[in-house]
């Protein structure tokens, strides 16, 4: 018997997986993206960061259409987000996504949280989907609560879990929306350190963080969002050490000074 | 207390009726009404305005009248239920029973359209976007993970609801169903001496019934109750 192989998830590294162009879209009459030009290639892991308020959240939620956009287009692996629907509902299962409050699914166990998307969008068998649930939750170092609800683990095991779920839809790209935002801080090293582990294996990521430590251990390029617009994108040994616009240079004084 | 007595067989033949009407309008009127609070909060603009046109022209109405439409009605536009003839041992069901039964269920699922849109309300927004972002197309969403949060919460005003159906199960004593209601009444005729026992004795039993209906909804309450 010979085991299907393995996608490899770095396969095509450097193609662009993720592209925004021209994106703009408006609350009422606040221009919350304004003309974002993005290109994430396969392999990249990119750090989104920003002050509250200035778009980051909406642009990667606007990448699973969580949000539309107004004008300007995105596409997955060169193909532009489906309309609400059927297709759409494929590409959504394409694309892993974190949320900043775990948003597990409260009347099922571990264990269904994960299989929940391979089962009944991926179609595989339930000692299929169960077996990789194991795996996965062993991965993130919660294997041996599959069978508890969410509320009766810590938020940071909820995090994980979620992680989990999200990767046993095998994405093409995960998107994290400000994944320790919510937790206490002895809870966030644990979640990033998945996160770390992840990158590092190939994973094409989009992070929208506050954690600086994360960004410049895990991204392969920042981008500085402000006011809805992409401010600043590089490096972030760069962007940290010489950031070029005022906005992020008053941006990382106040959060780096204490 | 001879006479409730002495008609034992007959109450209780009138009480299985009420209970099956009950039952087949409590369970028909839980899927009709879970459909139309699915499309009440679904994606498609004509089936959420049908589904709150329906709402609001059925629950406004009486029963009696909405069962009178289909028992009088119904049959002049072609809706007979001529169809329905089953017979178990001494219960009969008949077209004047089905039309009966889909008034019940007509009326009774828009109140359980509202009960459990109150109960998708309190499912908060991130169990959708989670279940959307695996890629669960709006079926899967709803069936997967929102009605079963939703039946939680929802779970006081639609035993309400359930409860208020048996109770209505009355209503088609008056409109050819030998139920509880149409025997209680025959009684009272025949025996109108003994009318105090008599009415007693149905009140006690729907009492009964009520309560036991009422502890089924708080036992399921416990054991849904989200962890």
């Known amino acids: 018997m010979s085991a299907a192989p393995e996608e490899d998830i770095s396969a095509g590294r450097g193609e662009p997986l993720v592209v925004l162009e021209g994106v ?26 920003g002050p509250s308020g200035s778009g980051k959240s909406t642009l990667c939620r606007a990448i699973n259409r969580l949000e539309t956009i107004d004008r300007g287009a995105i596409t997955l692996d060169g193909k532009p987000l489906p309309q609400e629907g059927k297709e759409l509902a494929n590409l959504r299962a394409e694309v892993g996504m974190v949320f900043q ?23 595989m068998s339930k000692a299929k ?42 994405p093409k790209v995960m998107l994290f929306d400000e994944p320790t935002s919510a937790l206490d801080p002895e809870m966030i090293k644990e979640v990033l350190d998945v996160m770390v582990d992840l990158a590092e294996q ?14 410049r251990t895990a991204a392969d390029r920042v981008l500085f969002m402000a006011d809805g617009a992409v401010v600043e994108e590089n490096t972030p040994e760069e962007f940290f050490t010489n950031p070029q616009s005022e906005r ?8 780096l000074k204490h | ?49 049908a589904a709150a046109v329906y709402v609001m022209l059925i629950r406004n109405t009486p029963l009696l009248i909405v069962i009178i439409f289909f028992r009088f009605a119904g049959p002049k536009i072609g809706l007979t239920f001529g169809f329905v003839d089953i017979r178990v041992a001494d219960i009969r069901l008949n077209n004047l029973y089905a039309a ?52 939680r919460h929802a779970l006081p005003p639609l035993a309400s ?38 009415f007693l004795a149905f009140a006690l039993i729907f009492v009964v019934l009520v309560e036991v209906l009422s502890f089924v909804a708080y036992r399921l309450e416990r054991r849904w109750r989200i962890a």
């Not at chain 1, 409050?101 to 179609?123: D, M, Q, Y």
């Not at chain 1, 190939?202 to 960004?215: K, L, P, S």
């Open chain 1, 129 to 170: 989907a169960d077996a990789k649930a194991a795996e996965l939750l062993d991965r993130v170092g919660i294997g041996h609560q599959a069978d508890k609800y969410p509320a009766q683990l810590s938020g940071g095991q909820q995090q994980r879990v979620a992680i989990a779920r999200a990767l046993a839809m095998e």
């Open chain 2, 161 to 198: 609801v359930q409860i208020a159906l048996l109770k209505n199960t009355t209503v088609c004593g008056a409109l050819g169903v030998f139920e509880a209601f149409a025997r209680m009444r025959g009684l009272t005729n025949d025996f109108a001496s003994a009318r105090t026992e008599i």
């Open chain 1, 101 to 123: 409050s775990f948003n597990l699914f409260a009347h099922k166990t571990i264990r269904e949280n994960v299989t929940l998307g391979p089962i009944k969008v991926r179609k």
């Open chain 1, 202 to 215: 190939g994973m094409t990521m989009i992070v929208v963080t506050h954690e600086m430590g994360f960004a």
């Open chain 1, 24 to 49: 703009n879209k408006w609350f009422g009459d606040l221009h919350v993206l304004q003309d974002i030009n993005v290109t994430v290639n396969r392999g990249e892991v990119v750090v989104v960061i």
């Open chain 2, 100 to 151: 009966c039964a889909v008034g019940l269920i007509v009326y009774t699922s828009s109140f359980v359209c509202e009960a459990l849109r109150s109960g998708i309300n309190a499912v908060p927004l991130g169990q959708a976007e989670a279940a959307r972002a695996i890629g669960l197309p709006f079926g899967g969403v709803m069936s997967q993970v929102i009605m079963p949060q939703a039946m």
């Open chain 2, 1 to 49: 207390m001879n006479v409730v007595l002495d008609n034992a067989g007959d109450i209780a033949l009138a009480f299985i009726y009420t209970l099956s009407l009950f039952v087949v309008a409590g369970v028909l009127s839980l899927i009709f009404g879970a459909l139309l609070a699915a499309a009440r909060v679904g994606p498609v603009a004509v089936l959420r305005k």
């Open chain 1, 248 to 255: 992020a240079k008053d941006f990382l004084g106040k959060i």
